[in-house]
C-alpha cells in the first residue's frame, strides 16, 4: 500500500463497483446541505423532496425515468438537458439497459452533485465524505483509486484512455502514507489543472 509504481488502472465500473460498498440509508445532513446549496432549495424543502420519493421507493432504488423526474424537482432544468444527462450518468455507471435497470439513490446523489455547478473543493469534500463511511477523515488506496476513476467515467466516459492519464496523474500528485487523508486528497486533486478543467465544464 502506498507504492504509487505498483497501481493499476481500470476505468471500468469503478464508480459503481465502490458505491455497492457503501450502505443504504436516507440523505443525512452533509447529503442535504450541499444540494440546498447547490440548488437554492431551503434544507427543509430539499429533506421534504427526498422524504416523497422514499415513500413511493422506500428502498431509494430507482429508473432512469424516476431520475429525471428527481432532478428535475431539485434543479429545474429543461427537460431534453436532464434527459440527455441521465444517458450519460447511467451509462457512466455502467448499466447496460438504461431504460429498464434501476440506480441506488447513492448513486443519485454523488453523480447529482458532481454533474452540478457549484464549489469544486466542496464537491471532492463530499465525494471524499461518501466512501468514509466510518467518519475517520481517511481512506485506502484502493478506495480514492476508484474514487478518481469513477468521477472522471461521469465527465468523459468514452474517452478511457484520456481517463487513465489524467487518473494516473491525479494518482502522482496525492500525498499517501499508508492511507490518504482527506485534505490531502482535495488538495493534491484542486492541484490537478487536467482534472479541474474536466470537472469545471459544467454547463
Sequence with gaps: MGNKASHTYNTQHSIRKSL???PFRSPNEKDLVIISMITGIDKHDVKKIFDQHLEQNPDGKMDRKC??????????KDVEYVENLSKNVFKALSIKDID???ITLNEFLITFVLTSRGDLRKKLEYAFEMYDVNNESVLEVPEVKEIILGILELYHPQETQN??????????TLKITEVVRKNDFIDGLMSNKNLVTVLSAIE
Design 163 to 172: 481517463i487513465d492519464e489524467i487518473a494516473k496523474e491525479c494518482f502522482r
Design 67 to 76: 431520475f429525471c423526474e428527481l432532478y428535475h424537482t431539485l434543479m429545474q
Design 100 to 102: 429498464v435497470e434501476q
Design 20 to 22: 455497492k460498498k457503501i
